[in-house]
């Protein structure tokens, strides 16, 4: 029941979160006018639809096809981004400790 | 509920490597990709599950001791909860798999598309300060958990050295 509860209370926050999150795309323009003239929207066209072409995949995978070569190449680009993020906070942490040992010493 | 160092440690690993698989969408390809965001929203909800009591006692006392690590610790997180919704918000928005199988069609702006990937890019940045943030913790139990284990594996078991014992006859008995 507890559990119950905590779920309800994660799913309002994040409810609360995604109604503004859509309020806020809705009511803004973040895409120029000229830009969002050249690219129609998403459409979610049916697979019964007559104007539907089934398009063929290349071998090396297409935009929404896999490919593992260009997927793991995309994951590694990935993990750098985060251990770069993560090295950089860690060395301003350190500048930061060091920087206080400074400050005590002098005081 | 409480959960042992252990099972955190199981859950993030799990979690990480989750988020890796759904970040490429190249690997999976974009129809796994969708179903994977879903199924992410429900890995959220198990992690925030799994830390709800230090949750509700940094939400209670946020403003008690503003400039400490765990409130920085909070102010990270709930910022890539934050982004993660708007991700998985955005990513339903412009999906074409998940919300075709439901029966739904949307009719929606290209603006989805750039929050989706303005929400994506923030996460992985969120993502790697909060690797910092617990980079000792991390480090710590990596090691005691997983190095060390596989570490005895590996190693070659100490032999008891073999003593010479004095042969008892049956006089001496």
Not at chain 2, 25 to 42: C, K, R, Y
Not at chain 2, 112 to 136: E, M, Q, R, Y
Request: hydrophobic share 50%; with cysteine.
């Amino acid at each position: 029941m507890k559990v119950i509860l905590r779920i309800l209370v994660i799913l309002l926050v994040a409810t609360v979160v995604s109604s503004g999150v859509y309020a806020l795309v809705e009511n803004t323009s973040l895409v120029s006018s000229n830009e969002a003239e050249r690219g129609a929207p998403p459409q979610m066209t049916d697979t019964d639809d007559a104007s539907f072409q089934p398009m063929e995949r290349p071998a090396d995978g297409d935009e929404h096809g896999a490919s593992l070569s260009r997927g793991v190449g995309e994951m590694g680009v990935l993990l750098a981004k985060i251990s770069g993020i993560t090295i950089i906070v860690l060395l301003v942490q350190k500048a930061a400790a060091l920087l206080q040992n400074k400050k005590l010493k002098t005081v | 509920m409480n959960a042992s160092t252990k099972t955190n440690l199981v859950l993030d690993l799990t979690i990480f490597a989750a988020f890796l698989v759904i970040a490429s969408p190249a690997l999976t390809g974009n129809t796994i990709h969708e179903w994977l965001g879903v199924a992410f929203g429900a890995a959220i909800v198990t992690y925030l599950l799994f830390h709800w009591k230090w949750l509700v006692e940094v939400t209670t006392k946020f403003f008690q001791n503003f400039f400490s690590q765990s409130r920085l610790n909070y102010a990270v997180d709930l910022l890539f909860f934050l982004a993660m919704t708007a991700a998985l918000l955005s990513g339903l928005m412009i999906s074409k798999d998940v919300m075709s199988f439901l029966g739904i069609q949307l009719d929606v702006s290209r603006n989805w598309k750039t929050i989706h990937n303005l929400a994506s890019d923030a996460s992985v940045i969120l993502l790697g300060i909060h690797f910092a943030l617990h980079w000792k913790w991390l480090l710590a139990n990596i090691g005691c958990y997983i190095v060390s284990p596989l570490a005895s594996i590996f190693k070659p078991r100490e032999q008891k050295p073999v003593v010479a014992m004095p042969l008892q006859t049956s006089k001496e008995k």
